[in-house]
Every structure is written in structure tokens, then in C-alpha cells.
């Protein structure tokens, strides 16, 4: 089946040591999106990648970068991960509509 | 991307009709209304969505007003398994998500 997967599903690093979370889909979306979501809070969009262009949020902080190296391949680049930066990172994908689909996620903890 | 407002939380029965309404007043002319389902530890599912009148699949049913200010969400019949939250969109491709409903079903 297409699908979106994201690997780990479960990450642990240290306070500022750098981590990637990986995304990959089947379905050849041309978007792909990365949300952060603390506890009991909406999802938050991170950025964006619309084919090859990439779409920063402004309040995106600049410890957080992103990487598309094909259409399939998504990561999240966290480059000095702090205490609030734990939190359930979710990739998604579109045809560039607003049918997204989500992957299961990764969840995030720093120590 | 225009800014929603829905119920924090709603309770119901098995079997009931679910019916959440999401106010969305600046809407644009290009933007659609999307409905999301998010499970505990899961990513949000994709449920419905509208540009204007009423539009149904096998999950749920969205009714928008003619002047699309605000839409509803229709759960027929819900059961255990439909506690959730909900998350009603307005935009195009990129989307922000407010705060959600949270519905609460009781057997």
C-alpha cells in the first residue's frame, strides 16, 4: 500500500547532540511537510518542501533544517536539540491540495 | 490562512449523530474547508472536505452555509471507536491547525 513512514518511530538523544528523523513516501506527492506537536497541543507546521522549493515558517526556530534529496526522502534536521524540543514530529505529504497525508510520526525525547 | 474557532470538547452517546461546527469568518475565495481525525499517538487522518453546499462520503457528511463563514462536521451513528479530536482547516495546500475538538464517546 502507499503510505508515508517515518523511522525511527521512537528517538532519544542528549541535550544538544544533533538528531535526524527520516521520512519516506510511495505515494509521489510532490509536497512533503514536517509538523511538531507537544502534548495535548494542535499540530504546528515546521516547513515545507513544494517539489524541490523550500518553505521555512517565520517562527521556526534555526536550530530546526530540512533536507529533500528526491522526491521519496523528507528529514528533519534538529542541530542542537533542547529540553523543549521534545515533542511528536509528523510528516505528511499532498498533491499539493489540502488532502494531507500523515505518517505515524516520531517521538522525540531529549535527556 | 484564516483563522478557526470550534468547541473545545464535546461528549456523546454510541449511536448518536455528532455535529460540530467550526467558524471560520475570514475565509478566502480559494480556500477549501478540510476536516482532520487525530487518534492518541497517531497522525492526523484526513476526514472531509468542502468548498460549498453540503458534501458526504462513508465517514461523515460537511455542511457549509452560503456564505461559507462557517461549516459542520456530521459524525452519523458514532461509536467508541470515534473519540477523537477534530480539526477543522481552512486554506489551500498549507494548513494551520487550531486547537480541535475533542470528542468524547460513551457507550
Known amino acids: 500500500d502507499a503510505m508515508v513512514i517515518q523511522n525511527p518511530r521512537y528517538q532519544v538523544t542528549q541535550f544538544g547532540k544533533p538528531v535526524t528523523l527520516s521520512c519516506s513516501q510511495t505515494l509521489n506527492h510532490n509536497v512533503m511537510y514536517w509538523y511538531q506537536q507537544k502534548s495535548s497541543q494542535a499540530p504546528k507546521l515546521l516547513f515545507h518542501?513544494?517539489?524541490?522549493?523550500?518553505?521555512n515558517e517565520a517562527d521556526t526556530p534555526d536550530n530546526f533544517q530540512s533536507r529533500r534529496p528526491n522526491t521519496s526522502f523528507c528529514f528533519l534536521d534538529i542541530r542542537s536539540p533542547g529540553l523543549g524540543d521534545a515533542a511528536m514530529y509528523l510528516c505528511?505529504?499532498?498533491?499539493?491540495?489540502?488532502?494531507?497525508?500523515f505518517g505515524p510520526g516520531t517521538r522525540l525525547t531529549v535527556l | 490562512l484564516a483563522k478557526t474557532t470550534q468547541p473545545i470538547s464535546m461528549d456523546s452517546y454510541e449511536g448518536q449523530e455528532v455535529n460540530i461546527t467550526c467558524s471560520h469568518n475570514n475565509i478566502a475565495t480559494n480556500d477549501y474547508i478540510t476536516w482532520y481525525q487525530q487518534f492518541p499517538s497517531q497522525g492526523p487522518r484526513f476526514i472531509i472536505q468542502g468548498y460549498k453546499t453540503k458534501v458526504t462520503n462513508e465517514v461523515a457528511s460537511l455542511f457549509i452555509p452560503a456564505d461559507r463563514k462557517s461549516s459542520t462536521l456530521s459524525l452519523p451513528r458514532v461509536s467508541l471507536s470515534d473519540t477523537a479530536v477534530y480539526y477543522c482547516l481552512v486554506g489551500d495546500y498549507k494548513l494551520s491547525f487550531g486547537a480541535g475538538t475533542t470528542v468524547t464517546v460513551r457507550a
Open positions: 518542501y513544494y517539489d524541490k522549493d523550500f518553505n
Open positions: 505528511a505529504t499532498s498533491r499539493g491540495d489540502n488532502e494531507q497525508f
